[in-house]
């Protein structure tokens, strides 16, 4: 089992940055995929962004490329989001994610993630 630790969300302006951190636990944090997800109120759970193993791959949607940019640190066992130009749509709860396969970085499909943390709250004020 892994365990997911999000921290680093709150209250930004229109155009500020923001970065939110997953601390992982319990397995061997390089044979998995890291990503992020975000979900806002009366909507369905989205892809934002992943990682591969070793960090040499990484995947963004479209609306938050650009802007966003991930990365992780392995001796931290810790995945990173830094959010540049942060827009109020980007108001959401964001969810690291964690999957030993291809549900990340392939189907990117929330349904089939293996692990989530808790959650954290961006809110970006217009």
């Known amino acids: 089992q892994v365990q997911l630790v999000e921290s680093g969300g709150g209250l930004v302006q229109t155009g500020g940055s923001l970065r939110v951190s997953c601390a992982a636990s319990?397995?061997?944090?390089?044979?998995?995929?890291m990503g992020w997800f975000r979900q806002a109120p009366g909507k369905e759970r989205e892809f934002v962004s992943a990682?591969?193993?070793?960090?040499?791959?990484?995947y963004y949607s479209d609306s938050v490329k650009g802007r966003f940019t991930i990365s992780r640190d392995n001796a931290e066992n810790t995945v990173y989001l830094h959010m540049n130009s942060l827009k109020p749509e980007d108001t959401a709860v964001y969810y690291c994610?964690?999957?030993?396969?291809?549900?990340?970085?392939?189907?990117?499909?929330?349904?089939?993630?293996?692990?989530w943390g808790q959650g954290t709250q961006v809110t970006v004020s217009s």
């Open positions: 994610a964690a999957d030993p396969g291809e549900a990340l970085l392939g189907d990117r499909n929330w349904k089939y993630i293996a692990h």
């Open positions: 319990g397995r061997t944090f390089s044979n998995y995929a």
């Open positions: 990682i591969s193993w070793n960090g040499g791959n990484t």
